[in-house]
T-cell receptor
Framework: QQQVKQSPQSLIVQKGGISIINCAYE??????FPWYQQFPGKGPALLIA?????SEKKEGRFTISFNKSAKQFSLHIMDSQPGDSATYFC???????????FGKGTKLTVNP | ETGVTQSPTHLIKTRGQQVTLRCSSQ?????VSWYQQALGQGPQFIFQ???????GRGNFPPRFSGLQFPNYSSELNVNALELDDSALYLC??????????????FGEGSRLTVL
């Protein structure tokens, strides 16, 4: 049972464009939703995270939008750059646990 | 500050063999989690260690086992290797708090190929 569904599987964006990645979850007990960025040959690195008591969190060019009623959250990358080309994973957990449930990932390619 | 280091980076085994993967946690971190990342998939939680004891386990069979040492480093052992065990094995460390943040610091992984 896939508890976190992520789409699209791959995404190609032009430099300066907006990249949008969507995730949906099933377990209403989840209370922490991080996004991880993974470059080839590297481990995932935390990019930005949100808790369900807020609907949006912004850090630089990266924004998480959260819709608790729809059980959906999304990552927006503004002014996408070639250096943003990586695989992005949404994840979820509950009760502060480090047992994260990950989506299958989105491979983002930003063309110059 | 030293990050999470894993060894070996790559290894090849045959079905039925056993493998041991090692992880040194980031300085100041006392909790270690192991994840399996199959090709094209997201990481899947195997188990977590805190104070040298298993502190949570995912849906993996008992042939996946681990250890944590007093210096917080950790080992992942897999017995009776199967072809489907081929994956990137990620170690992640975090500082233990009463209520964790869910923030993990991952190493670069050990790429296991089972032939």
């Amino acid at each position: 049972q896939q508890q976190v569904k992520q789409s699209p599987q791959s995404l190609i964006v032009q430099k300066g464009g907006i990249s949008i990645i969507n995730c949906a979850y099933e377990n209403t007990a989840f209370d922490y939703f991080p996004w991880y960025q993974q470059f080839p040959g590297k481990g995932p690195a935390l990019l930005i995270a949100i808790r369900p008591d807020v609907s949006e969190k912004k850090e630089g060019r990266f924004t998480i939008s959260f819709n608790k009623s729809a059980k959906q959250f999304s990552l927006h990358i503004m002014d996408s750059q070639p250096g943003d080309s990586a695989t992005y994973f949404c994840a979820a957990t509950q009760g502060g646990s480090e047992k994260l449930v990950f989506g299958k990932g989105t491979k983002l390619t930003v063309n110059p | 500050e030293t990050g999470v280091t894993q060894s070996p980076t790559h290894l090849i085994k045959t079905r039925g063999q056993q493998v041991t993967l090692r992880c040194s946690s980031q300085s100041g971190h006392n909790t270690v989690s192991w994840y399996q990342q199959a090709l094209g998939q997201g990481p899947q939680f195997i188990f977590q260690y805190y104070r040298e004891e298993e502190n949570g386990r995912g849906n993996f069979p008992p042939r996946f086992s681990g250890l944590q040492f007093p210096n917080y480093s950790s080992e992942l052992n897999v017995n009776a290797l199967e072809l489907d065990d081929s994956a990137l094995y990620l170690c992640a460390s975090s500082p233990f708090r009463d209520r964790g943040t869910g923030e993990l610091f991952f190493g670069e992984g050990s790429r296991l190929t089972v032939l």
